[in-house]
Nanobody
Framework: QVQLVESGGRLVQPGGSLRLSCKASRMITSVFNPNNWGWFRQAPEKERELVASIITENSRNYADSVKGRFTISRDNARKTVYLQMSDLKPEDTAVYYC????????????WGLGTQVTVSS
């Protein structure tokens, strides 16, 4: 069974940067590679939202709220997806999750535990 393991979240001041990682363990490379991968986040009392997705380095999409500040990337050999976040704002505070996306951009696998990002002074 696929296991998604997110890491890298912590408390950071506004304007700061973080790099999140998500490793898809128990997944063979031939399954990992073709997937469209995304980062989601869920703030308290809000629905989980998709903030970035990547098929290839030339095919990436971002929510308007993070465009220009977040960069998604992937390392197929390591079966890992990254989210580089800069100029962080308090409204970026959330638990961040990764998942592969279906053709309708819905999450494909069971969720991991996520990683908490808190932006506060």
């Amino acid at each position: 069974q696929v296991q998604l393991v997110e890491s890298g979240g912590r408390l950071v001041q506004p304007g700061g940067s973080l790099r999140l990682s998500c490793k898809a363990s128990r997944m063979i490379t031939s399954v990992f590679n073709p997937n469209n991968w995304g980062w989601f986040r869920q703030a308290p009392e809000k629905e989980r939202e998709l903030v970035a997705s990547i098929i290839t380095e030339n095919s990436r999409n971002y929510a308007d709220s993070v465009k220009g500040r977040f960069t998604i990337s992937r390392d197929n050999a390591r079966k890992t997806v990254y989210l580089q976040m800069s100029d962080l704002k308090p409204e970026d505070t959330a638990v961040y999750y990764c998942n592969a996306l279906t053709g309708t951009r819905e999450p494909k696998y069971n969720w991991g535990l996520g990683t908490q990002v808190t932006v506060s002074s």
